[in-house]
Each structure stands twice: as C-alpha cells, then as structure tokens.
C-alpha cells in the first residue's frame, strides 16, 4: 500500500517555464511534508518542506502548495533551468513515531 | 560543517556473502535512518536509530541488520546476500528523529 504516491514517472519542460512537481498521499495522519532532488551517483539533497498548519511555503524559486482536504501536494520550480534536471522525491510523515515515507520519484528534465 | 559521509561508495559482493555499510552522521545529529534505493522503487525505509537505539524497522527479512554507536555512526550489515539486494543504500541524518534528515551519496552495491 503506497501512502505517498507521484503518479507522474518523468516530466519535461522548457528553460524558462514553470515546472510543476505533483504528489498525493493517503495517510490522513501525515503533517508534515518535504521535497528532495537527487542527480545520478548521489543522495537526494532537502529543497524545501511544509506543514500541514500552512498551505503555501516559498523558498527562491522553489513553492510548495499543501492542499489537505484533496491530500495533494505540488512543488512549482519558476523559472526551470537546466540544472533542475534531476529526480524529484515527495516524502511525508506524522508527529508520532513512523519513520518518514518516500514517493517513487518523478524525474524532471529542463530542456534549453 | 561536514555532510553525512558512507563508506565505502561502491562494493561489489558474491551472492551468500555478507557485507558492513558505515555511515557518519553530520556532527551534532543522533538520529540515523537508513534506506534503500532500487530502480523503479524509490526510497524505501530500512531502519532508524536514535541515541543508539533503534526506533523503527522496515519491511525487510532479518538479514538486514544495524546499529549504532555512542558517537552516532551507524552501520547496518546484510548476511547471506541475494541478487535482489543490489541497490543504492543511503543513510541520513537529523538531529532528532522529527527534524529533516540530511543524506549521504550512499553505498552502491552490485551482488553477482
């Protein structure tokens, strides 16, 4: 049973243009949200999380959008660049003791 | 300050052997958490251990095992090896099991 799911395997988008990053859970305890990139041959690298008290959190060009009532969350990178190009993880977790639980990846590619 | 650091970086094993994955936290951090990354998969939950006790376990046989240390190293062991456990394996820390987790460029491990 999949509790953090990122139906979308690749996307593709041009310098420039917004990407937009989607990920949907089902476990209703999950507060709190957060959002890796890995390259090939390393750790995923924390971008940037949210809370479920907040709906919107911005860090640069890097926003996340929390959406409880459809437990949706997005990441929208404005402007992509090629350096964007990586795979994307959603991860999400409770306040009790569960360890954190990661989607599958969505893999980004940034066209120039 | 120095990231999360895993030796060795690539290993390659024969099935039925048993193999030791180390891992040094960031300084400061007690919370190690343990994953594995195959193709198609994502990040799935190996264990945590915090102040040296383990917190949680994932879904996978006893063969795979860890600890960790006073210092908050951790190492995590796997016995009798498949060809199934090839994998990327990557270790994160925080500074307690709630704070956001910091990865390492994990352990590449190829069984023949």
């Known amino acids: 049973d999949q509790q953090v799911k990122q139906n979308s395997p690749s996307l593709s988008v041009q310098e420039g243009r917004i990407s937009i990053l989607n990920c949907d859970y089902t476990?209703?305890?999950?507060?709190?949200f957060l959002w890796y990139k890995k390259y090939p041959a390393e750790g995923p690298t924390f971008l940037i999380s949210?809370?479920?008290?907040?709906d919107k959190n911005e860090d640069g060009r890097f926003t996340v959008f929390l959406n409880k009532s459809a437990k949706h969350l997005s990441l929208h990178i404005v402007p992509s660049q090629p350096g964007d190009s990586a795979v994307y993880f959603c991860a999400a977790r409770d306040s009790g003791n569960t360890p954190l639980v990661f989607g599958k990846g969505t893999r980004l590619s940034v066209i120039a | 300050k120095a990231g999360v650091t895993q030796t060795p970086r690539y290993l390659i094993k024969t099935r039925g052997q048993q193999v030791t994955l180390s891992c040094s936290p960031i300084?400061?951090?007690?919370?190690v958490s343990w994953y594995q990354q195959t193709p198609g998969q994502g990040l799935q939950f190996l264990f945590e251990?915090?102040?040296?006790?383990?917190?949680n376990k994932g879904n996978f046989p006893g063969r795979f095992s860890g600890r960790q240390f006073s210092n908050s190293r951790s190492e995590m062991n796997v016995s009798t090896l498949e060809l199934g456990d090839s994998a990327l394996y990557l270790c994160a820390s925080s500074r307690t099991p709630q704070e956001t987790q910091y990865f390492g460029p994990g352990t590449r491990l190829l069984v023949l």
């Open positions: 251990y915090f102040s040296e006790t383990q917190r």
């Open positions: 949210i809370s479920s008290i907040k």
């Open positions: 300084s400061g951090h007690r919370s």
């Open positions: 476990n209703s305890m999950f507060d709190y």
